[in-house]
């Protein structure tokens, strides 16, 4: 069954802290794996898109690694600010017959306190 | 330029009305994907459009579903008759549609439809 499962449920940080969320999966055939950002009340926002070949990626103060042998991946974060409270969500897109299937994580609830 | 629009925002409907979401995507996008987040569970797929066509619909619950993207520009949504169960937030969200299908998809901010 194709999964994603995503760790912590939720983390709060101290403001200028650096963390880590783990994303495991399941999906199988992979495709490509994405992190997003959700603010409360808004759509998710690409952070980051990794295929097969990739094992890590950065965008800005974000940086996502791949390890497709152990099918996890994660999402580091350095100098957080308090903008970054949001729920991130690992994705990942497994490779059907009829086109592409996108399991989402269920996301890790990061709150960043002052 | 402009992002993926959903309208309404917030839909509050009685059990067995017929509700009708709408999404427009970034221009020049061809493919064009609604998802579902019920509460406390993940968002899931529904189903993904190329163009005008309907190239994945497995995510769709039920029959009470419909969708549809005439002309290849914005999509709806139709749930009738809504079920208490189908109270969620659902978003739209659209990609140019690249090779190997790693391409990014822009997310709308989503409906809240509740159903009473």
Redesign the interface.
């Known amino acids: 069954k194709n999964q994603?499962e995503q760790s912590p449920q939720s983390l709060i940080i101290l403001e200028g802290k650096n963390c880590t969320l783990q994303c495991n999966y399941t999906v199988s055939p992979f495709?490509?794996l994405r992190w997003?950002k959700q603010d409360t009340?808004?759509?998710?926002?690409?952070l980051t898109?990794m295929?097969f070949s990739e094992n890590t990626k950065s965008n800005g103060r974000y940086t996502a690694t791949l390890d497709a042998d152990t099918k996890q991946s994660s999402l580091h974060i350095t100098a957080s600010q308090l903008s970054d409270s949001a729920s991130y969500?690992c994705v990942v897109?497994a490779?059907g017959t009829?086109?592409?299937?996108?399991?989402?994580?269920?996301?890790t609830r990061l709150f960043v306190k002052a | 330029e402009a992002g993926v629009t959903q309208f309404p925002s917030h839909s509050v409907i009685e059990k067995g009305q017929t509700v009708t979401l709408r999404c427009d995507p970034i221009s020049g996008h061809d493919n064009l994907y609604w998802y579902r987040r019920v509460m406390g569970k993940e968002i899931k797929f529904l189903l993904h459009f190329v163009k005008e066509s309907k190239q994945d619909e497995s995510g769709m619950p039920n029959n009470r579903f419909l969708a549809e993207r005439t002309g290849g520009t914005y999509s709806t949504l139709k749930v009738q008759p809504a079920e208490l169960e189908d109270s969620g937030v659902y978003f739209c969200a659209s990609s140019l549609g690249l090779a190997g299908g790693s391409d990014e998809q822009y997310f709308g901010p989503g409906t809240r439809l509740t159903v009473t």
């Open positions: 994603v495709s490509n997003y009340g808004r759509g998710p926002v690409s898109i295929t969500i897109s490779r009829g086109g592409f299937k996108t399991i989402f994580g269920a996301g």
